[in-house]
């Protein structure tokens, strides 16, 4: 079928990607579903800075790609072997598959689907398929999702179902940024009563970190951004005190959990500064792979401290996700507040000039509008 999607044409074009434009908005061909796929008309997607790491060159994948990782959308169509899922229900899609078979897949989540992980790197879905081409020519598949678009092939591996009162917009921003940094608060960090916690960094990832760790009561929350903006809105949702990266180091802030959310070197660096003797640091960025940080030895010896990095929040998505509903029927969990902005698919280079100056904390493409 034939379907419109963002697909990368060049990695590394410079900014403004208002100008550049290495995003063009494209009409693509997608196959029939294989054995263990599903057809699903997207209904929303995030725009994460997983994302723009493609864009940008922090993460180097195959081009043309059709990006977009953090989708929800609704079964048009299952291959041959997916029977547990119906036409018309409503899906989460999850930016790392698991075979639940690998040595990763044992750990509980602490560690990637090493299969999942082959594929994604590749731009393929978990059987090797590459289900979208443009003019003859294959376009990649991002992180097995490619959710900027109207419909996507994807691996059953790669969804989560969810009930109907679950907005799209709200699944799909579960997928990724409440996964991801929901996860580093209860699966990595999992802070105990009487702990102190840090959310360093406030884009979406961070933001959601500080709702979970909001909804689950923690004692001391303390949030830390280099924005204004991003620091009264984390109070609003409820951080107990504010910081920026410089007060934190000034003025020896401390907590006994650390999640650093912002990617970059120096925030880890801050991050471990501000972690309490005995405590851990958790870090969930994703800086570029030649980001090198100073650190002492001396401290993680003779303070007893932990260094723990958590990709998709340490998560198990068929186990989590549903958790995570549960948190915000129950009220506990505000997704609702991650999102800032609600935008068309051909504003997508726009966007992601705002999120790379650090002004988006959840853009939202409602695709339903496209088609």
């Excluded at 999607?5 to 550049?20: D, F, K, M, W």
């Excluded at 598959?97 to 590749?122: F, H, I, K």
């Excluded at 443009?134 to 376009?139: F, Q, S």
Aim: with cysteine; proline share 6%.
């Amino acid at each position: 079928m034939l379907t419109r999607g963002a697909v990368l044409e060049e990695i590394g074009r410079s900014r403004p990607y208002a100008t550049s434009r290495p995003i063009s908005i494209s009409e693509v061909e997608l196959a029939e579903p294989g054995p263990t796929e599903v057809l699903v008309r997207i209904e929303a997607a995030g725009i994460c800075h997983s994302d723009l790491s493609v864009v940008d060159g922090n993460r180097v994948r195959p081009v043309p790609m059709l990006l977009g990782h953090e989708s929800a959308g609704r079964v048009v169509a299952v291959g041959s072997e997916v029977t547990d899922l119906r036409i018309g229900q409503r899906l989460v899609m999850t930016f790392l598959p698991r075979c639940g078979e690998c040595d990763g897949c044992l750990t509980d989540g602490r560690l990637p689907c090493a299969p999942g992980s082959v594929a994604n790197n590749e731009g393929t879905l978990m059987s090797g398929a590459r289900p979208i081409t443009r003019d003859g020519e294959t376009v990649h598949t991002h992180l097995g999702v490619s959710g900027f678009a109207g419909h996507a092939i994807v691996d059953r591996r790669s969804v989560v179902p969810v009930d109907d009162d679950v907005p799209p917009e709200i699944a799909a921003v579960l997928g990724c940024a409440v996964l991801t940094g929901g996860g580093a608060v209860l699966n990595a960090a999992a802070p105990q009563p009487g702990e102190s916690i840090m959310i360093l960094g406030l884009g979406g990832v961070g933001m959601a970190a500080l709702i979970t760790a909001v909804g689950r009561g923690v004692e001391r929350i303390i949030a830390v951004d280099t924005l204004e903006a991003k620091l009264e809105q984390a109070r609003e949702i409820g951080a107990h005190e504010t910081f920026t990266p410089q007060q934190v180091v000034e003025q020896g802030i401390r907590a006994d959990k650390v999640v650093e959310c912002a990617g970059n070197a120096r925030a880890f660096e801050t991050a471990f500064t501000a972690t309490r003797s005995g405590g851990t640091t958790v870090t969930i960025g994703l800086p570029a792979p030649s980001a090198r940080a100073e650190l002492s030895p001396l401290l993680i010896t003779a303070e007893a401290r932990t260094i723990v990095g958590s990709y998709l929040g340490s998560a198990v998505p068929s186990r989590d996700i549903p958790a995570y509903v549960e948190m915000w029927r129950a009220g506990q969990l505000p997704v609702e507040k991650l999102i800032s902005h609600r935008i068309r698919l051909d504003q997508i280079n726009e966007a992601m000039d705002e999120l790379a100056e650090g002004r988006a904390v959840r853009q939202i493409i409602l695709m339903d509008e496209e088609e």
